[in-house]
């Protein structure tokens, strides 16, 4: 989760660079992008790195707030297959992600912004189990299922372009509450691309 | 251009750290026991003998014993130990034989020897003997006291913790003459 850092460290260097080198003559705040109050993306990220589709949905509140709900499922097979025999504890199945988020630049085709999120996640994980075939002890590995539910924060950079396609990247982490058995802590990383309408 | 790019390094490092981020939560697979006295040393006249033999039904203090193969599917474990020989300035320096002959089991010779025991045809021990035959000199052999099972990723790796007979603090010093 270190990397999540210095991610987040250099995602920031890049969001300050294309701020300051991208301003468009839509970048005012009579665009008509912010009459457009509807957004629809997918995570091209989690399908290309983990064989997940991930559908997001955001409303805007006004110019500074949105509210949002992101749902991703589905594991490549061959993840699927060879869990019993990877070195990872956890496999996470589904996620669905309520989130706010709070806009901290003014723009209208390029901004950045926090987010505060929950994350119900599900999935299964893996742990010893000794049995006894009446002479003997022996142990397997074996799979089990978990829930739980996850509280973090992100934050993001989008880029407009022809007023309604749009490019967004997600950078944050959650926190698992209940579950013992859960990934102690859950990422929040997409590149979505989505169409505001 | 410069904008595409800069789009395209966006993209490639983020699925780099999603890599990354998919593999923390770590699991690895592994029994540990112990089990005393299951490596054995001694050396007469010019051999070093060393064996280590356990059954498959390993008792470690439990109700039941381990069954080894069940858990590892493994047919070979190993341990490793070291030689050093006197020189003649009197330090200690590390030696590798180079007559060593394994009468049950097998042995992979490095900076140290990693000595393997085999299950036996009958399925119910796991059998290492080797003799190793030296020069005359002063020699100190040093034995880990870890025995684990080989080629386990499918299963559980299992690893025996155990002591040596016939080594003080897993180290034997004698003399060739």
Not at chain 1, 185 to 197: D, E, H, I, M, P
Not at chain 2, 28 to 52: D, M, R, Y
Request: negative net charge.
């Amino acid at each position: 989760m270190k990397r999540i850092s210095c991610l987040l460290g250099l995602f920031l260097s890049i969001s300050t660079f294309a701020q300051s080198n991208e301003s468009t003559v839509t970048d005012t705040i009579t665009s008509p992008i912010f009459s457009k109050k509807n957004e629809i993306k997918v995570d091209v990220l989690n399908l290309i790195g983990n064989g997940r589709l991930g559908i997001s949905y955001e409303r805007f509140l006004n110019k500074d707030f949105s509210v949002g709900i992101s749902g991703l499922t589905f594991n490549k097979s061959s993840k699927k297959d060879g869990f019993l025999k990877d070195d990872t504890r956890t496999m996470i199945e589904y996620q669905v992600i309520p989130y706010v988020r709070y806009a901290m630049s003014k723009s209208a085709t390029n901004l950045y912004y926090l987010e505060a999120f929950s994350n119900i996640n599900g999935g299964q994980y893996k742990e010893l189990k000794t049995l006894n075939n009446g002479v003997a002890d022996y142990v397997i590995v074996t799979k089990k299922e978990y829930n739980d539910i996850a509280l973090g924060a992100a934050i993001g950079y989008k880029l407009y372009f022809k007023e309604s396609f749009v490019i967004d990247l997600t950078v944050g982490i959650g926190k698992n509450l209940f579950n013992s058995d859960s990934p102690s802590t859950v990422s929040r990383l997409g590149l979505n691309l989505g169409y505001r309408f | 251009m410069k904008k595409y790019i800069h789009y395209l390094t966006i993209a490639i490092i983020s699925i780099l750290f999603t890599g990354c981020t998919e593999n923390d939560d770590e699991f690895f697979a592994t029994e540990s026991v112990t089990a005393t006295n299951k490596i054995e040393v001694s050396a007469s006249g010019n051999v070093l003998n060393v064996t280590c033999n356990f059954d498959r039904l390993l008792n470690h203090g439990s109700d039941f014993p381990l069954d080894l193969f069940l858990t590892s599917t493994s047919r070979k474990f190993f341990f490793n130990y070291s030689m050093q020989k006197r020189n003649t300035s009197g330090n200690w320096e590390n030696y590798i034989p180079d007559n060593i002959t394994a009468s049950e089991g097998d042995n992979l010779l490095g900076s140290y020897i990693s000595g393997i025991q085999e299950l036996d045809a009958l399925d119910t021990t796991y059998e290492y003997d080797t003799d190793i035959t030296l020069n005359p000199g002063q020699y100190r052999v040093v034995i880990e006291p870890r025995i684990v099972s080989i080629g386990s990723q499918d299963a559980v790796t299992v690893i025996i913790n155990t002591t040596t007979v016939g080594a003080v603090n897993n180290t034997l010093e004698f003399t060739v003459n």
